[in-house]
């Protein structure tokens, strides 16, 4: 007689997850470069954007090294976008996944930004250990800061992810003006300046910004000579939450009008 094993919804959620997960993987890794690129891009990036400023301002940026400042915040911004780009469009990416009963589209959006958080994992890991090999000062003073500060940007880049998902299932064309929305936050974002840069008056003009107070808090994380002054750990933290409940919000209203368009 045959036995029927019998799974509860958390069982084949996680494997649905873990399924998608793998895909993502063969799919992510499907050229010759791989992982390699993923590490090999923004380092470039780093090296020269710190040559540049380390002209200007002799190899240390408020008391940091200009290496590791443009470490964390070309990393941060980078893990915000890549997170934020490959969950908005993972549900029309999965979308012929959704016959099955098991699929649902926030599987997708999850498996898609875990895989997103553990390749930038591994991008910082295999940047620490250039820095050693080559010499350069590794200093982690917080380390639960750091960690902390990734989950909440990553939680909050998802979180939108999310949002833009749905949307471009009701607007395909969304996915046309996200770019346009999401580039000026390179710029406004820290990842190449500090907000000790700017006068003190302009700074409610960028305060508003969560990736902002990620990246310098992370840098102060790292360096507590360098300050906190001007960003919030609370605010962080906060923007993650709300920007996650609001996101579940929206999935759980219209999820489902969504994918049968």
């Excluded at 084949?12 to 993502?24: C, H, N, P, S």
């Excluded at 799919?27 to 200007?56: C, E, H």
């Excluded at 998802?158 to 996915?175: R, T, V, W």
Aim: contains cysteine; charged residues 15%; aromatic residues 20%.
């Amino acid at each position: 007689m045959t036995t029927v094993l019998k799974r509860n919804n958390w069982a084949i959620w996680r494997d649905v997850i873990f399924a998608l997960f793998v895909r993502e993987i063969r799919t992510g890794f499907n050229d010759k470069l791989g992982l390699a690129w993923a590490v090999v891009q923004p380092l470039s990036f780093i090296i020269m954007l710190s040559y540049l400023r380390g002209r200007i301002d002799g190899g240390e940026t408020h008391t940091v090294p200009t290496f590791s400042f443009m470490v964390y915040g070309l990393l941060f911004i980078q893990l915000f976008l890549g997170t934020l780009s490959s969950c908005s469009s993972s549900i029309k990416k999965n979308k012929s996944l959704f016959a099955f009963r098991q699929v649902q589209p926030i599987s997708s959006v999850l498996a898609t930004g875990f895989f997103n958080f553990l390749v930038k994992i591994a991008v910082f890991i295999f940047i620490f250990i250039f820095m050693y090999f080559i010499g350069l000062e590794i200093k982690l003073s917080n380390p639960l800061l750091l960690i902390l500060n990734v989950f909440a940007l990553w939680v909050f880049s998802m979180s939108f992810g999310l949002i833009f998902a749905i949307i471009q299932c009701y607007i395909p064309e969304f996915s046309k003006v996200q770019g346009i929305l999401t580039r000026p936050l390179f710029f406004i974002s820290g990842a190449f300046f500090s907000l000790q840069d700017v006068p003190k008056e302009y700074w409610p003009y960028l305060d508003w910004n969560p990736i902002l107070h990620a990246i310098e808090l992370t840098r102060y994380a790292a360096y507590p000579t360098y300050g906190a002054e001007g960003v919030s750990e609370f605010y962080l933290f906060s923007s993650a939450f709300v920007g996650l409940f609001f996101a579940l919000c929206v999935y759980h209203i219209s999820w489902k009008q969504a994918v049968s368009r």
